[in-house]
């Protein structure tokens, strides 16, 4: 009984622990955000300092765990250039095509644009078996067809609700979020995550901070913006990415990814409730034919 117990309680927590995970990245989205709209940065600015500092406290802390451990994918040569091509088209291509549809939409349109990412991975996979679509993955697809095209036109033929900009970078959002899903499943089985997503995001910082030369830009930084960077750092990247992990490692990967999908959602609410972006009927429905997609391939064994 008590071991039963301890299994429920554990079961809760690691519930818990990914919902959180999910609204924290939610929540960041929207402060981004609220930094474009307000405070006057741009995507370019914000991806390269929030990957070079994350990245970086990400890695002090596995050094501290373990000073060994912390450095043992780069002592593999195949491994490191593995880490590298995640670094910079998993992570810093996920992070810099996500913060751009935010800059030209708003963070719950980009945030479920972003999530037709595991559509993707499904054709991806289906190409690489030489195998036609399951009616389930024709489903899927269709869903994520009709939810584009309701999202983007409102339903009509003849125009464009979103600029050609965020329609752009939230589709190839979803190319890279789908990079950096499959990229570094082979480090992930010798690697600890924390440590493959803090060397990740640390190498991305590093290259996009070579190529965008962020510290050229003029940018006004008061006690208000530099709150919200903080944010960002803290619940966007570090406690959202360990909460997620704790709660896949108690509950499974497939009940995270459902449960993880309240991103999308909590991205929308903060959208809508503390930035005051408007949604219509077709906008929500558009949202939930994404969303319905995840949940299907989430409950697919």
Known sequence: MGNKAKHTASHWIGFCLTFLGGCFWGFSGACSQFLFTYKGLTSEWLV???????????????????RKAAFAVWRNKRDAGMLVAFGLLGIGGCQYTYLTAIQYSNAGTATVLQYLGPALIM?????????????????????????????????SLNSLVLS???????????????????????????????????????????????????????????????????CILLFGSILSFTLYIEGVRRIGPGPSSIVGSIEPVSAALFSVFWLGVSLTAVDVIGFACILVTILLLALRK
């Open 164 to 230: 050609n900009e965020a329609l752009f970078w939230g589709l190839i959002g979803a190319v890279f979020f789908a990079i950096y899903a499959v990229s570094p499943v082979s480090l992930l089985e010798r690697y600890d995550s924390f440590s493959v997503v803090g060397w990740g995001m640390f190498v991305a910082g590093i290259a996009m901070m070579l190529w965008k030369q962020p510290w050229r830009q003029a940018v006004h930084l008061d006690l208000e913006a530099l709150f919200f960077i903080g």
């Open 48 to 66: 390269c300092w929030r990957l070079l500092i994350a990245g970086g406290i990400m890695v002090l802390i596995q050094i501290i765990r373990g």
């Open 123 to 155: 054709m991806y996979l289906c190409m690489r078996a030489l195998r036609w679509p399951t009616r389930l993955e024709v489903l899927v697809i269709l869903l994520d067809l009709v939810g584009i095209f309701l999202i983007a036109t409102h339903g």
